[in-house]
């Protein structure tokens, strides 16, 4: 048979036993990380980002107009919706009766 592959009987080094051991173990036992070094801070199990070092266009802030405002293009559909279930309203009325 020495058409097989034979193995190495040399396993994985230390530092990869190490690295596949940080990522399988559960969350408690993971090493904590600096929030300054990540620009992130846990607040109640909530992840919070620093606004002031994050540039944010000025047209996606996160705060928005309280007004309601409502396109003209869901307008338009809307209207149309309600204009085709009054036309089969209608001619479900003007069927004869059996």
């Not at 690295?19 to 600096?34: C, M, S, W």
């Not at 109640?44 to 944010?56: F, K, L, P, Q, T």
């Not at 000025?58 to 559909?77: C, D, L, N, P």
Request: charged share 35%; aromatic share 6%.
């Amino acid at each position: 048979m020495n058409h097989m592959r034979r193995r190495s009987k040399r396993g994985p080094s230390k530092e990869d036993v190490k690295r596949f051991a940080e990522e399988l173990a559960p969350p408690e036992e993971r090493k904590k990380e600096d929030p300054s070094q990540t620009n992130q801070k846990r607040d109640g199990g909530a992840i919070v980002i620093d606004e002031r070092s994050v540039n944010v266009p000025q047209g996606a802030s996160m705060e928005r107009e309280s007004r309601f405002v409502i396109e003209r293009v869901v307008i338009v559909i809307l209207a149309l919706m309600l204009g085709y279930i009054a036309f089969i309203t209608w001619l479900i009325a003007q069927m004869p009766e059996n």
